[in-house]
């Protein structure tokens, strides 16, 4: 939820996370909402948003840019002070305040402001899914309230208007909050009986018939196996502190994970992950390794 109120600043930066944030869209909902204005940069920010609010006494847009040079010259004779660079390139003091802007210089950043100007018509229009003509009919003009709609907004409202929207798309592709919380426990937990038992299970019926567990599966699907399990366990680890689990902030659940733990709760949670894993895998090193770590009780 971006709650702006911002005349907007500098194109350093802007655009590249204006890129970051269209590219988590289909990942993480975000809505902003003009509060009660996001113009220029800020609403370069804004329109990365799945979904953009505006106040009803609100205005998003000035989509443009500029560069300002201010000679202060006049100034510098006023006080009997002569500045004079010493310089090597043509361009080195092109712009400097002591001097009047040459029409050079002035061509150069000219060229520059356009050229930023083009990246920021282009990345609203892909933002807003419209077309780059319609942005650049705006002239870098301020559009109000419901003015604004649909080009540059998709609603007049408050951000608590904002906020039950955003919270009604969280809550309907979540878990019931205690089901939320049952599973960041479940992530918590020592690695299960059931994984325990399956492993040493399997690690007793073959060293019986054969003496070891026999690999079925190709290098390149162990190495594949192993990556997958290793994404599992990242995520198990992630959930165990308390913080990330699909969609919802669960607070108060922090406890250390080794990362042994979390490869068995991987396990334990992706049984068609543990199958091809048991398959590529000697049941035996596995099973020590847990042990090692202090996964699961030594043998006495």
């Given amino acids: 939820m971006l709650d702006i109120d911002s005349p907007g600043g500098e194109t350093t930066g802007c655009f590249e996370l204006s890129d970051f944030m269209y590219s988590l869209r289909g990942v993480k909902p ?49 006080l009997g002070v002569t ?15 002591h ?11 000219q060229a520059e402001v356009t050229r930023q100007g083009k990246i920021f018509i282009e990345t609203v229009a892909r933002n807003r899914r419209c077309s780059s003509a319609k942005v650049q009919a705006t002239e870098a003009g301020l559009l109000w309230a419901e003015g604004a709609v649909p080009l540059f ?60 567990i026999t690999p079925r599966t190709t290098k390149t699907n162990e190495a594949a196996i192993a990556q997958l399990l290793e994404t599992e366990a990242a995520a198990v680890r992630l959930r165990s502190r308390g913080t990330v689990t699909p969609n919802v902030y669960v607070p108060g659940e922090t406890r250390t994970m080794t990362k042994e733990q979390a490869a068995a709760q991987a396990l334990e949670d992706n049984p068609e992950v543990y199958e091809a894993y048991r398959r590529a895998h000697n049941a035996g090193p596995v099973l020590r390794a847990l042990r090692d770590a202090g996964v699961i009780p030594q043998e006495r």
């Fill in 83 to 97: 500045y004079k660079y010493i310089h090597h390139g043509a361009k080195k003091v092109d712009g400097n305040p």
């Fill in 153 to 212: 907004a998709d609603e007049v409202g408050t951000v608590d208007d904002a906020m039950n929207a955003l919270r009604s798309i969280v809550q309907a592709s979540s878990p019931e909050p205690e089901q939320d919380r049952a599973r960041v426990r479940r992530a918590i937990a020592p690695v299960t009986p059931r994984v325990v038992g399956e492993i040493q299970g399997h690690e007793n019926e073959r060293e019986r018939e054969t003496g070891m």
């Fill in 30 to 78: 975000m809505y902003a909402v003009a509060n009660d204005c996001a113009l220029s940069a800020a609403y370069a920010i804004a329109s990365a948003a799945d979904k953009i609010y505006v106040t009803c006494m609100g205005a998003v847009g000035s989509v443009g840019v500029y560069a300002l040079h201010s000679s202060q010259a006049g100034f510098d004779k006023a």
């Fill in 99 to 109: 001097e009047p802007l040459s029409e050079g210089a002035e061509a150069d950043i």
